[in-house]
């Protein structure tokens, strides 16, 4: 499986949590750390988590990551109207020797 | 502070060529692996290439053979040749930086250039 999955789409209304899940493979996701963009509408990707759980500078910690065996998840708590945007996760594959991106989650604030 | 900054985008024929170039400001491009990666209308994110600060060189399959990165760190710039060029290749390109040694992720983005290959 030489793709990342993820849904593509998720929502909720502003407080609450949302989850988007990365499904990879035992090349991909097993094997090597996951990171995790934000998009906002109409700009550049930014970092929102690496190395599976760590967050940069910057980052509030309303965003958490996490991984277990070929799959990983990306926690939004506290869900704010500015989190509206496509996440994407990214994980090397071993076998593609290539990076890969997930498909994308678009997140909705109802 | 840091900046990258993409140049070179355009309109060509399917067939024909165009290099990107990104201007780096802030660090020393020859001390970091740099990234393209690339997002066609309204899709998602998809990695185009990385050179490694030994000038060793990867492409995604759907470029290999028709795309070339390169750097001039005394230029304090990135380049990718992009030959061949198909209607697939329609993206907004953006250049990278990976954070740092041994890093897979991407610290900072430039804001993007967009190729459309076209007749």
């Known amino acids: 499986q030489s793709v990342l999955t993820q849904p593509p789409s998720a929502s909720g209304t502003p407080g609450q949590r949302v989850a988007i899940s990365c499904s990879g493979s035992?090349?991909?996701?097993?094997?090597?750390?996951i990171s995790w963009y934000q998009q906002l509408p109409g700009t550049t990707p930014k970092l929102l988590i690496y190395n599976n759980d760590e967050r940069p500078s910057g980052v509030p910690d309303r965003f958490s990551g996490s991984k277990s065996a070929t799959s990983a998840s990306l926690a939004i708590t506290g869900l704010q109207s500015d989190d509206e945007a496509d996440y994407y996760c990214?994980?090397?594959?071993?076998?593609?020797?290539?990076?890969?991106f997930g498909t994308g989650t678009k997140v909705t604030v109802l | 502070q840091v900046q990258l900054v993409e140049s070179g985008g355009g309109l060509v024929k399917p067939g024909g060529s165009l290099r990107l170039s990104c201007a780096a400001s802030?660090?020393?491009?020859?001390?970091?692996?740099m990234s393209w990666v690339r997002q066609a209308p309204g899709k998602g994110l998809e990695w185009v290439s990385y050179i490694s600060r030994t000038d060793y060189a990867n492409y995604a399959d759907s470029v290999k053979g028709r795309f070339t990165i390169s750097r001039d760190s005394a230029k304090r710039s990135v380049y990718l040749q992009m030959n061949s060029l198909r209607a697939e290749d329609t993206a907004i390109y953006y250049c990278?930086?990976?954070?740092?040694?041994?890093?897979?992720?991407?610290?900072?983005w430039g804001q993007g250039i967009l190729v459309t290959v076209s007749s």
């Open positions: 990278a930086r990976y954070s740092g040694l041994n890093s897979q992720e991407f610290d900072y």
């Open positions: 035992s090349s991909s996701v097993a094997r090597n750390p």
């Open positions: 990214a994980s090397w594959d071993d076998s593609l020797n290539g990076l890969l």
């Open positions: 802030g660090f020393a491009v020859s001390d970091y692996y």
